[in-house]
T-cell receptor, first 109, second 114 residues
Framework: DAKTTQPNSMESNEEEPVHLPCNHS???????IHWYRQLPSQGPEYVIH???SNVNNRMASLAIAEDRKSSTLILHRATLRDAAVYYC??????????FGPGTRLSVLP | GAVVSQHPSWVICKSGTSVKIECRSL??????MFWYRQFPKQSLMLMAT?????????EQGVEKDKFLINHASLTLSTLTVTSAHPEDSSFYIC??????????FGPGTRLTVT
């Protein structure tokens, strides 16, 4: 079973920020938090990952709660190309990824 | 980021035939490779894990004699679906892990068995 829980779906308007939540209350001290996204008929694409501190890259930001039991993926300005299924995954030094159902993000023009 | 390719991107085969899917890492050496299967509107399900030079470890419920995995080198893994049946029709995705435990996914192969 996936060790994370996410909302099934979310909607956003184009050009607006999107906050995608993920709960992982049973996270261990060495679990990394990974975010991937999957566009239709494509393999998952890496978005961002972190351990304890907030992380930023050109695609998104990752905000990690102080107790690490939850995290939020932030897309600063959603575009139509960001419409995808977003997966939050815990990984401990190369153990296989367990994919939950993810959050299907719809972006409205 | 690292690039992983899969070939073919899609394949249609007749029931009873075998199909081989290749997964290559183009710019790094993969210590571990994973094969996933994804049915329509469902999430990815791990089928097996393999390390170069050793036998694959299959997930519960995945028939190792039906889904043959060969991890021939640090850049190539193959999945052969033997005696394919319509229920094997799915989207097959590989991923490869580098020495830093980062996973990179291939674009997927859509298999349709008629």
């Amino acid at each position: 079973d996936a060790k994370t829980t996410q909302p099934n779906s979310m909607e956003s308007n184009e050009e607006e920020p999107v906050h995608l939540p993920c709960n992982h209350s049973t996270i261990s001290g060495t679990d990394y938090i990974h975010w991937y996204r999957q566009l239709p008929s494509q393999g998952p694409e890496y978005v961002i990952h972190g351990l304890t501190s907030n992380v930023n890259n050109r695609m998104a930001s990752l905000a990690i709660a102080e107790d690490r039991k939850s995290s939020t993926l932030i897309l600063h300005r959603a575009t139509l190309r960001d419409a995808a299924v977003y997966y939050c995954i815990l990984d401990n030094y190369g153990q296989n990824f367990v994919f939950g159902p993810g959050t299907r993000l719809s972006v409205l023009p | 980021g690292a690039v992983v390719s899969q070939h073919p991107s899609w394949v249609i085969c007749k029931s009873g035939t075998s199909v081989k899917i290749e997964c290559r890492s183009l710019d790094f050496q993969a210590t571990t490779m994973f094969w996933y299967r994804q049915f329509p509107k469902q999430s990815l399900m791990l089928m097996a894990t393999s390390n170069e030079g050793s036998k694959a470890t299959y997930e519960q419920g995945v028939e190792k004699d039906k889904f043959l995995i060969n991890h021939a080198s640090l850049t190539l893994s193959t999945l052969t679906v033997t005696s394919a049946h319509p229920e094997d029709s799915s989207f097959y995705i590989c991923s490869q892990e580098d020495i830093n435990y980062e996973q990179y996914f291939g674009p997927g192969t859509r298999l349709t068995v008629t």
